[in-house]
């Protein structure tokens, strides 16, 4: 059986297998510094799906979240609450004719956040396509 090459990490996170390129095959371009830089905590999908309808939103429910989302109620209050103490995003909790309401919007903060993974995002892809 042949021998498997060895991984080696890379800066960025990237995983390159340790082997020469052939022949006319282009040398691949490093990987961009921005991409050690991703956001971990608005990455994830739910938290991204989040950030992302209260960008385009000044403020949606969590009933809208949800139904937006297509998560449980359980899911949505996590990553929302993950957020929340993050300062990206704020919520309002009211009641209306005794329901519980809860109104969420994108903080400055979360806003520049956003920004900067959508940046991080593009030169990734920008890498990816050289």
Same mark, same amino acid.
Request: glycine share 6%; charged share 30%.
């Given at each position: 059986? =042949?021998?498997?090459?060895? &991984?080696?990490?890379?800066?960025?996170? /990237?995983?390159? &297998?340790?082997?020469? $390129?052939?022949?006319?095959? $282009?040398?691949? +371009?490093? +990987? $961009? /510094?921005?991409?050690?830089?991703? /956001?971990?905590?608005?990455?994830? &999908?739910?938290?991204?799906?989040?950030? !992302? =309808?209260? =960008?385009?939103?000044?403020?949606?429910?969590?009933?809208?979240?949800?139904?937006?989302?297509?998560?449980? /109620?359980?899911?949505?209050?996590?990553?929302?609450?993950?957020?929340?103490?993050?300062?990206?995003?704020?919520?309002? #909790?009211?009641?209306?004719? &005794?329901? $519980?309401? !809860?109104?969420?919007?994108?903080?400055?903060?979360?806003? #520049?956040?956003?920004?900067?993974?959508?940046?991080?995002? +593009?030169?990734?892809?920008?890498? +990816?396509?050289?």
């Amino acid at each position: 059986m =042949a021998e498997r090459p060895q &991984r080696r990490r890379v800066e960025g996170g /990237d995983v390159h &297998r340790d082997r020469p $390129p052939k022949r006319g095959e $282009p040398t691949p +371009a490093p +990987a $961009p /510094d921005s991409l050690a830089a991703l /956001d971990r905590l608005i990455h994830e &999908r739910v938290r991204l799906g989040i950030v !992302s =309808a209260l =960008a385009v939103n000044d403020s949606l429910t969590f009933q809208e979240l949800k139904e937006i989302l297509g998560v449980t /109620d359980g899911n949505l209050s996590v990553h929302a609450r993950r957020l929340e103490e993050a300062g990206y995003i704020a919520c309002k #909790k009211s009641f209306a004719m &005794r329901i $519980p309401r !809860s109104e969420y919007r994108l903080t400055q903060e979360g806003r #520049k956040a956003l920004e900067r993974h959508l940046e991080h995002l +593009a030169a990734v892809i920008r890498w +990816a396509r050289s």
